[in-house]
């Protein structure tokens, strides 16, 4: 393989510092075999700039704290191979989220905040027994809810989607794919109405202008347009009923 | 919650407009499509296209049309008019937006705002020259062959662009299609249109030149 010499060109901004201007910094670097994102910049904070700020946690595409724009598309930097990219890449933080400096941004606070929005648990009145054993679900509902469930608060959905970058209290396609969980997990006693008032407005599902920048770039690809479609068929239904 | 938000919440307004939205927009394609039909009639001849003409104002289609469109024109608009970001700022924000993110259906959709806002007054002018002037081969010939032809080829071109987009991206939020395949049919059946409203444009020009 030959080894290619990248320029990395990254956003460099501290909003702490009241002196400090938004610019681009490029930096060389010498490509290797089998090279990530990961791999490359963890090299120039060791070896170029230790003030270099990005998150990774897992480097396997599981914890979702490395989401950033690759060239303009918000991924995984952890998953990304360097040689599925051309000798100049730029890395840019998602949007949306609070920046905390340079690639890193506050994810958890956004994604706490629409938990407790959409009331993200089981809603029930039945008492809870510990020794009593489970109530049984079928498969297909189970796989149903776990496809919801893979979703790894990475926050690439809320990033690419125009709407979320100009109504901040938008869910997103993060927002209504953890709505559609509880729509169809049996434990939950809401009924759609009040499910619509959750998610049937401007902030919720009929904010949501189908531009599928999310449904292309979830990294893990859950299914976002059928997600979306599916809550937004549910609302319309309860909506017309109301 | 604030205040403020406790009069908004609860309510079902968002959804009614989402629907006006939606319906306003399927039945202009709907129409849009059956217009461009209608003209292509003049392929089989004048006196096809002024039977049909004579026919439609015989049995009030016509203001049936003019009315329709104004309605539906109207409703759309006003439905269309709170997703246009309004404020500056949002609009540096969101064409930078799709610069970086170099995210096509992102691009389709500004284009959709922008071809949408320029055919209101297309459509206006449009509408006010047929209503003034009536349907007849003889004088859409003449309108075609003068500069008003260039009004009509931009007219055709923006209408059917917003009116694809349009159409895909509202059965691609109910869900009923897969996404990519829709695209390629929506590509060609565009095309096609475009391709037939040349054509009809074409035998007007050369109706118009040969008077
Ligand atoms: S479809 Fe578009 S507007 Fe809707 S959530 Fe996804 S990116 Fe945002
Ligand atoms: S839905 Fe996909 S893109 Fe969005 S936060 Fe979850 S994993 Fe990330
Ligand atoms: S570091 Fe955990 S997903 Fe990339």
Same mark, same amino acid.
């Given at each position: 393989?030959?080894? !290619?010499?990248?320029?990395?060109?990254?956003?460099?901004?501290?909003?702490?510092?009241?002196?400090?201007?938004?610019?681009?910094?490029?930096?060389?670097?010498?490509?290797?075999?089998?090279?990530?994102?990961?791999?490359?910049?963890?090299?120039?904070?060791?070896?170029?700039?230790?003030?270099?700020?990005?998150?990774?946690?897992?480097?396997?595409?599981?914890?979702?704290?490395?989401?950033?724009?690759?060239?303009?598309?918000?991924?995984?930097?952890?998953?990304?191979?360097?040689?599925?990219?051309?000798?100049?890449?730029?890395?840019?933080?998602?949007?949306?989220?609070?920046?905390?400096?340079?690639?890193?941004?506050?994810?958890?606070?956004?994604?706490?905040?629409?938990?407790?929005?959409?009331?993200?648990?089981?809603?029930?009145?039945?008492?809870?027994?510990?020794? &009593?054993?489970? %109530?049984?679900?079928?498969?297909?509902?189970?796989?149903?809810? +776990?496809?919801?469930? !893979?979703?790894?608060? $990475?926050?690439?959905?809320?990033? /690419?989607?125009?709407?979320?970058?100009?109504?901040?209290?938008?869910?997103?396609?993060?927002?209504?794919?953890?709505? &559609?969980?509880?729509?169809?997990?049996?434990?939950?006693?809401?009924?759609?109405?009040? +499910?619509?008032?959750? *998610? /049937?407005? %401007?902030?919720?599902?009929?904010? $949501?202008?189908?531009?599928?920048? $999310?449904?292309?770039? $979830?990294?893990?690809?859950?299914?976002?347009?059928?997600?979306?479609? +599916?809550?937004?068929?549910?609302?319309?239904?309860?909506?017309?009923?109301? | 919650?604030?205040?403020?938000?406790?009069?908004?919440?609860?309510?079902?307004?968002?959804?009614?407009?989402?629907?006006?939205?939606?319906?306003?927009?399927?039945?202009?394609?709907?129409?849009?499509?059956?217009?461009?039909?209608?003209?292509?009639?003049?392929?089989?001849?004048?006196?096809?296209?002024?039977?049909?003409?004579?026919?439609?104002?015989?049995?009030?289609?016509?203001?049936?049309?003019?009315?329709?469109?104004?309605?539906?024109?109207? &409703?759309? =608009?006003?439905?269309?008019?709170?997703? *246009?970001?309004?404020?500056?700022?949002?609009?540096?924000?969101?064409?930078?937006?799709?610069?970086?993110?170099?995210?096509?259906?992102?691009?389709?959709?500004?284009?959709?705002? =922008?071809?949408? #806002?320029?055919?209101?007054?297309?459509?206006?002018?449009? *509408?006010?020259?047929? *209503?003034?002037?009536?349907?007849?081969?003889?004088?859409?010939?003449?309108? =075609?062959?003068?500069?008003?032809?260039?009004? +009509?080829? =931009?007219?055709?071109?923006? &209408?059917?662009?917003?009116?694809?987009?349009?159409?895909?991206?509202?059965?691609?939020?109910?869900?009923?299609?897969? !996404?990519? #395949?829709?695209?390629?049919?929506?590509?060609?059946?565009?095309?096609?249109?475009?391709?037939?409203?040349?054509? #009809?444009?074409?035998?007007?020009?050369?109706?118009?030149?040969?008077?």
């Amino acid at each position: 393989m030959s080894q !290619r010499e990248l320029a990395i060109h990254i956003f460099r901004y501290n909003p702490e510092d009241p002196n400090d201007e938004p610019k681009t910094e490029t930096f060389t670097l010498q490509e290797e075999e089998g090279m990530t994102l990961f791999i490359a910049l963890n090299k120039i904070r060791e070896e170029q700039d230790p003030t270099l700020k990005f998150d990774f946690v897992c480097r396997a595409g599981i914890c979702g704290s490395c989401g950033m724009l690759i060239n303009g598309k918000p991924t995984l930097a952890c998953k990304t191979l360097t040689k599925t990219l051309p000798d100049d890449i730029t890395l840019m933080p998602l949007p949306v989220f609070k920046l905390l400096g340079d690639l890193s941004v506050d994810t958890g606070t956004w994604f706490r905040d629409i938990s407790l929005r959409t009331e993200s648990w089981i809603h029930t009145d039945k008492p809870f027994d510990p020794e &009593a054993e489970e %109530e049984r679900m079928s498969n297909e509902t189970a796989l149903q809810i +776990y496809e919801a469930e !893979r979703c790894i608060e $990475c926050g690439c959905c809320i990033g /690419g989607c125009a709407t979320a970058n100009i109504k901040p209290d938008f869910i997103g396609a993060a927002g209504v794919n953890r709505v &559609a969980r509880f729509m169809v997990d049996p434990r939950d006693e809401r009924d759609e109405q009040a +499910y619509f008032d959750v *998610v /049937g407005s %401007e902030d919720g599902i009929f904010g $949501c202008i189908g531009l599928m920048a $999310c449904d292309d770039n $979830c990294p893990i690809d859950i299914p976002l347009q059928g997600q979306l479609a +599916y809550v937004r068929r549910k609302m319309a239904a309860a909506g017309w009923k109301r | 919650m604030e205040l403020q938000r406790t009069y908004i919440s609860g309510k079902k307004t968002d959804f009614l407009v989402e629907l006006v939205q939606t319906i306003s927009g399927l039945l202009l394609v709907a129409f849009l499509w059956t217009h461009m039909i209608f003209v292509a009639s003049i392929l089989l001849g004048v006196n096809a296209f002024n039977a049909l003409a004579g026919f439609m104002e015989h049995y009030h289609l016509l203001d049936a049309a003019v009315i329709f469109i104004i309605l539906a024109v109207g &409703a759309h =608009v006003g439905a269309v008019l709170r997703r *246009v970001p309004g404020r500056w700022q949002e609009q540096k924000m969101i064409w930078q937006h799709a610069r970086t993110i170099k995210h096509n259906d992102t691009w389709s959709w500004l284009f959709q705002a =922008v071809t949408g #806002s320029a055919m209101l007054i297309l459509i206006i002018i449009h *509408v006010f020259i047929v *209503v003034y002037a009536g349907i007849d081969s003889t004088l859409s010939a003449e309108r =075609v062959h003068s500069w008003m032809l260039w009004f +009509y080829i =931009v007219f055709l071109f923006l &209408a059917e662009y917003h009116a694809s987009v349009g159409l895909y991206r509202a059965l691609v939020k109910w869900g009923y299609v897969k !996404r990519h #395949s829709l695209k390629r049919i929506l590509t060609i059946v565009t095309i096609c249109t475009i391709g037939l409203g040349l054509i #009809s444009l074409w035998v007007f020009y050369s109706l118009g030149g040969s008077a």
